[in-house]
Structures are given as C-alpha cells and as structure tokens.
C-alpha cells in the first residue's frame, strides 16, 4: 500500500518539476468562434514577424502559443491584438510545461498564487447604500401596481427619507391598504403617519435589508466571475471579504485599465415606453406628469418615458456585438423567458409607438469637501435609442444608438456576464511583477530546502540509522503532500509554502516520540526487537492526540480565516495527515523491512 500510495505520489508530484511556459492564449468571442484556418492564420503571423513558437496548439475554440521567453510573448500578444482586434480575447497566460504522457494521466502543477505568479490585486467595496435604495425604487413601483390594481386611488407614492410614502386620495381606503401592503408586502413596516390620515409610512424591515445586503453581495460576486471570465484571465481568484468587500486577483495581469473598466463598470439597460400624450416642456419646468419621468437623449433633447420598466438589463441572457442595417455599432440582446414574456406583451400591444432604450451606468467622481477629498458616485441615465414598434417582438432583439464600436463591444461583454446587483468601488489596488513573484519562489523554495536540511542533519546525527529512516519518510510527505495540492488543483501561495516548511519541522516530531520510548524499552532491558514493537504501539496515542489538536486548529483557520490565512491552513492540513501516514506506517515498514527476521543485538538508535 505504501509503495502504490508513493508511485502516485512521484506521478502527480512530477508535473511542478517542469515549470510553466510563458505563452499568449486567443480564445473565441461571442460573436466570432475560433476555427482551423483561423488558427493557420494566426500562426502564420507569427511566423511572418520572426517570433518562433516553442509548440502551438488548436483545441475548443482557443489557440495557445508557447513561446521560449517572454519577451516574445509580449510581443506576440501585441501583435495578435492590433492583427485581430477586438474579436477574439487575447490574453497573457503561463501554461504548464508538463509533458503529454503525463497530462494523459490527468496530472497537472499546482496554480502558483498572485505572490508567487506576479499579477493584479484588487479589493472591491460594494455599495450597500445603493442596493438599499435600488430595493426601494423596486416597492415603490410594485406597491404602485397594487394599488392600481385593487382599484384604491392615490394622490402619490414617492420615496421620502428611506420609506415609501402613500398618499390616499379617500381616507376611507386606509384599512383596505394596509390590509394589502401587509398580505402581499410582508417584507415592508406600515404605518400611518397619524392617527386621522390618508398618509401611509412604508419602510423595508431590517431583516429584508440584509437579506438584500447578502444578495448583492453574492450577485456582484457571480457576476464579476463572469467579467472575468470574458476577460481571459486563467485561475482567478474572487472571494468574498468581510460584509460588503469582494478580493479579486488576476495573476499573470500586468496592464490594470482594462481590468478595472471592466470589473467597477456598472451599466445596464432599461426599456420603457416613450410618453407621447404629455407635454415635455411642462416636465422641463418641474411639473412632470403621474406614471412619467423626464429624461434626455444623448443629444441633450428632454424626453419623457413611462415609469414602468419593461425589461431591464436583469433578464438579458446573452448580449453580442454586432451591426445594424445601416452598419452601425448595435448589441443583439437575447431575453430569458420572464423578459421575453413581457417583452412580447407590451410590443403587441404598443405596435405604432415609440419605445426607448436607457443606458444607466454609476461613475465615482472626486470632490473636494471641507478640505478633503471625497469620492461620490453619480446615476448616469441617458436616452441611447428611440425607435417606433414596428412589429411585435419578444427574445431576441436588436439595440442600436451606442457611441461606437468600442461601447458597444464593451456594453455586451457587460450585458452577457450579468449586472451588478449594486455599484462597486475599487478602494485597493496592487500591482505585482513576474520578477517579484519569481523572488517569492525562489525565497519560498530556499526556505523549504534549508529548513529540510537542518532537519535531515539533525535526524541522523541524532537518531542514526532509525534518523536515515526517518529522513527518507520526510521526503516522501514533502512528494505526498506536493502531490495532493496538485491533484485538487490548490493554488499556492506565500502563506502555503510558510504552512510547508512548518510541515517539514513538525512531521518528525511523530519519529521522535516513537524513537525516545524505543530507547527508553532498551535501557529498561527489553530485547531490540520487542522495544520497536512497544515503541510504536505505546507512542501512537499520543501522537494521535499531538496532531489531531493541531489539526483542528487548521480547521478553524480554513473555516473562519480568509485568503492567505486558508492557504496557510490547507497547506498545514495536508501536511499533517501525510506526516501522520509517513512518519508512523513508512517508517515502520522500512524498520521492519531492515531489521525483521533477524537476529538483533543492537539497534542503531
């Protein structure tokens, strides 16, 4: 068992021998797939510019180049951009070096961490102020339509210092309403502004308010995975930190603009029925009509749309660059089934009328206040497109009215990966280079390597023969532990290989115990081999109850620390359950191995 456990150990140990090769990666877009002749053309490119590729390769729609050095991966991802533009993602990556056979077995290097890999830090802070407001814009509409609905007339119904206020025509219809908010708006407090009044006070319970907080939170983080999947970053890391606070790493990114446009954009969509019935002048002058809201078109001319939302950005399944009829820059949309439903119901029956399209996006601005900057993040809606129904349509559809090319392939890579459930702001940023995280390998290793050292050193002074047993059980958990982090495809960090080196100063700590009471058996006058035997029996429990504790410490940093504090504690875990399988069963099999059906007189101990 333990030489079957150590084939595999050495098989899928192996793949981090052979480095990683610095190479550029063309993936297909959304609009442009990725074929045979594609892949030629692209090779022969880089042919025509003299950059030689060290193996190229064609598989699911994605070509990977590997080159020799990076400066001609540089060189050839500068060049693939300018050659293909923005129909394909080109992206800088690292690809393993491991050979066929062995990719074959399913083994692969472990990821090497934003520290150790070089590439972009980001730390997020998502805009709870905004969900909570965004919530109630959404009860202030929905409560809107209740109403209208059971026929309860209202003077209006407008946001007011963080509640929803209801102004009742008829003071009569008071009971009515509160019967309705409180049957189908159980996630709002009602309340009555006074005790005769046609005033009613609506504000989100404290437990929906963070019920809201938490779905943000988890949308923006889905979403973002999605971003930068578009992006082409291979093995990103997004998680979650605090309340309101997403990490994303980006390793092996060294240019931050395109990344952070993308990560921090927060534009969506919303479609509404233009008000054709009302005069927009009034509206102009503050006096804008019920169920209507005043807007402007890029050109600056005020229009006015209906309140109620079609479909928003939210129910957009699939968006793509693409060109209208007259060739101009336009984003085919494709509905889920809900957007689709009332998308088709509203067209059909609004044919010969006008209908908008607002692009809304967040923009932070820096003002300076009492002395201080501050950062303020402003609501851009402007009017894009007004086109007349022609025709019922639900779907897919075309959008068209963007200010080039570029905002329109951007607008549907944002549109494709989701919206962002609430405005992010980027508070942290850092930059880490190849040459940095190349220092943190080497360092990482030496530490490994000197640590091993003094250890072995010491062990076979100390211990002699039973100390040679013991070093060679301590290089197979270093293989062991090596290859299980490659096999569940850990990503390694600093902190991991700290958790390491702690493993390889703790995983003898088993063979001293069991050493110790082994000589203790020979100076109490028991034989060699009756003394190995009550050695390991007798020092098990112990042993046992030593790294079960460490143990579940390293299962409480895992559950409850974050980032760097995980990879400590994975690193650490699997280190002790290995030293546990090596220190005690390895040992003892090659103790047995030497010393067994013989005749002993004395042990080199």
Not at 232 to 253: H, K, S
Not at 517 to 532: A, C, F, L
Not at 545 to 563: E, M, P, R, S
Request: proline fraction near 3%.
């Amino acid at each position: 068992m333990i030489l079957v456990v150590f084939a595999i150990g050495i098989i899928y140990a192996l793949p981090n021998v052979f480095g990683n090769d610095p190479s550029v990666q063309v993936a297909s877009s959304a609009t442009t797939k990725l074929k045979q002749e594609n892949a030629d053309a692209i090779k022969a490119e880089l042919d025509k510019a003299g950059l030689k590729t060290k193996e190229f390769e064609f598989s699911d729609n994605k070509v990977l180049a590997r080159f020799n050095n990076t400066d001609d991966q540089l060189k050839a991802a500068d060049l693939l951009r300018d050659k293909m533009g923005n129909d394909v993602t080109v992206a800088l990556n690292l690809a393993p070096a491991t050979p066929m056979w062995l990719r074959a077995l399913g083994a692969s290097p472990m990821y090497l961490g934003l520290d150790l890999r070089g590439g972009v830090h980001f730390l997020l802070e998502v805009d709870m102020d905004a969900a909570i407001k965004q919530a109630e814009e959404r009860y202030n509409l929905d409560v809107r339509a209740a109403l209208r609905a059971k026929k309860i007339r209202y003077q209006s119904v407008s946001k007011d210092k963080g509640a929803i206020k209801i102004v009742l025509k008829n003071p009569e219809d008071t009971t009515a309403t509160l019967d309705l908010l409180t049957r189908d708006f159980s996630d709002l407090n009602v309340s009555e502004a006074s005790a005769s009044s046609n005033i009613l006070l609506a504000t989100i319970s404290q437990a929906e308010q963070e019920e809201i907080k938490k779905f943000a939170l988890d949308q923006n983080m889905t979403t973002l995975r999605n971003r930068v999947n578009e992006i082409g970053v291979a093995e990103p890391v997004i998680q979650q930190q605090g309340d309101n606070r997403i990490v994303v790493q980006l390793p092996g990114v060294q240019d931050t603009t395109k990344a952070k446009e993308i990560l921090g954009k927060t534009a969506t969509l919303e479609y509404r029925l233009v008000d054709v019935e009302h005069d927009v002048q009034k509206a102009v002058k503050g006096y804008p009509p019920i169920g209507s809201r005043l807007y402007y078109e890029v050109d600056g001319n005020p229009i006015l749309l209906n309140r109620r939302v079609i479909v928003t950005g939210a129910e957009i399944i699939d968006a793509a660059y693409t060109m209208d009829q007259n060739n101009s820059p336009a984003v085919s949309i494709t509905l889920n089934g809900v957007g689709a439903k009332k998308m088709g119901k509203m067209t059909q029956k609004n044919i010969g009328k006008p209908m908008a399209v607002v692009f809304i996006e967040y923009k932070s601005q820096t003002r300076v206040v009492n002395g201080k900057k501050q950062q303020f993040k402003e609501k851009v809606e402007k009017v894009i497109s007004v086109a007349t129904i022609r025709d019922a349509f639900s779907k897919r559809f075309q959008t068209t009215g963007l200010d080039g090319a570029e905002e329109a392939r951007t607008l549907a890579l944002l549109l494709r990966a989701g919206a962002l459930a609430a405005p992010v702001d980027i508070i942290e940023e850092r930059t880490v280079g190849p040459s940095l995280g190349q220092d943190n390998i080497d360092k990482g290793f030496n530490s490994v390597i000197v640590g091993l050292a003094l250890v072995l050193v010491f062990m076979a002074v100390y211990y002699r023969l039973f100390g040679m047993v013991a070093n060679i059980a301590l290089a197979f958990n270093l293989v062991v532990i090596v290859a299980v982090l490659s096999m569940i495809q850990a990503t390694l960090t600093l902190p991991g290989i700290a958790g390491i080196v702690l493993t390889v100063g703790m995983a003898v700590d088993a063979n001293v115990l069991i050493f110790e009471r082994i000589r203790e058996e020979i100076k109490d006058g028991n034989t060699p081999q009756s003394s190995i035997y009550i050695g390991y029996e007798k020092a098990f429990a112990t042993i046992l109850d030593a790294n079960i504790t460490t143990l579940l410490v390293a299962l409480v940093l895992f559950g409850f620390g974050t980032g760097p504090i995980k990879g400590f504690a994975v690193t650490l875990s699997f280190g002790i359950l290995s030293s546990m399988f090596t220190s005690i069963l390895g040992t003892r099999m090659l103790i047995n191995w030497y010393y067994g059906d013989r005749r002993v007189e004395k042990l080199s101990i």
